[in-house]
């Protein structure tokens, strides 16, 4: 039960609150502790560390916010953005920036289901702590399955459940990533956020997990 009310104040009525701030002050992270030039410095790190070239692909970001990373992809590296988010107001602060993105106010598992589009990258960072276990699972497996050929799903802000900081909802054990990559085509690779992107503003073992389709 605590676990359920956690997890409505935080999506419903923490994040809307973000949301207002955003609008006011102009910060593109619906996030407490990060900023815009966090999220960007974030989202071309991991772009650089994929080795990804963007330019005309579809870049998918799941829980967009803002769309913070998703202008920057468009600006900077010639993506095609595509977002889904519950939040009026973060999908109208989208659509204020990227007049010609694809945004979508929808539960993130109904989007999936009901999409064909393929992706180069898809982006959930903060966002699937929200999920239980074993959603995550599932969530996890459907993206795969909408990356084209070298995409890759980046997963940041990952906490594991001995973690002594328990912001994510649902942290995973450990090994949760290595056995949903058992018997697909892909690379794992994970590191620590503090390390490559020079910040731990939560957790300093937090860590960003990038999964890349290799059939």
């Not at 966090?38 to 998918?60: A, I, P, Q």
Request: charged share 25%; proline share 2%.
């Amino acid at each position: 039960m605590y676990t359920r009310i956690k997890n409505y104040l935080h999506i419903r009525f923490l994040m809307n609150l973000y949301s207002i701030r955003n609008l006011i002050t102009g910060n593109g992270a619906v996030w407490l502790k990060l900023n815009t030039s966090d999220l960007e410095h974030m989202v071309n790190e991991t772009v650089s560390r994929g080795s990804l070239d963007l330019k005309g692909k579809n870049v998918l970001d799941l829980g967009c916010g803002t769309g913070t990373m998703l202008d920057f992809l468009q600006r900077e590296k010639g993506a095609v953005p595509y977002g889904v988010d519950l939040s009026r107001l973060n999908l109208y602060q989208c659509r204020k920036k990227m007049k010609n993105g694809n945004f979508f106010r929808e539960d993130i598992i109904q989007y999936l289901e009901n999409t064909n589009d393929k992706f180069d990258l898809v982006i959930m960072y903060g966002v699937i702590g929200c999920f239980t276990v074993d959603k995550q699972k599932a969530i996890i497996d459907r993206i795969i399955k909408s990356l084209n050929k070298g995409g890759c799903l980046w997963i940041g802000a990952n906490i594991y459940t001995d973690s002594s900081y328990k912001f994510q909802t649902y942290p995973v054990p450990k090994g949760f990533y290595e056995e949903i990559c058992v018997g697909q085509s892909v690379k794992l690779d994970e590191f620590f956020e503090l390390e490559v992107f020079g910040n731990g503003k939560y957790d300093p073992d937090q860590t960003s997990v990038m999964i890349s389709y290799q059939p």
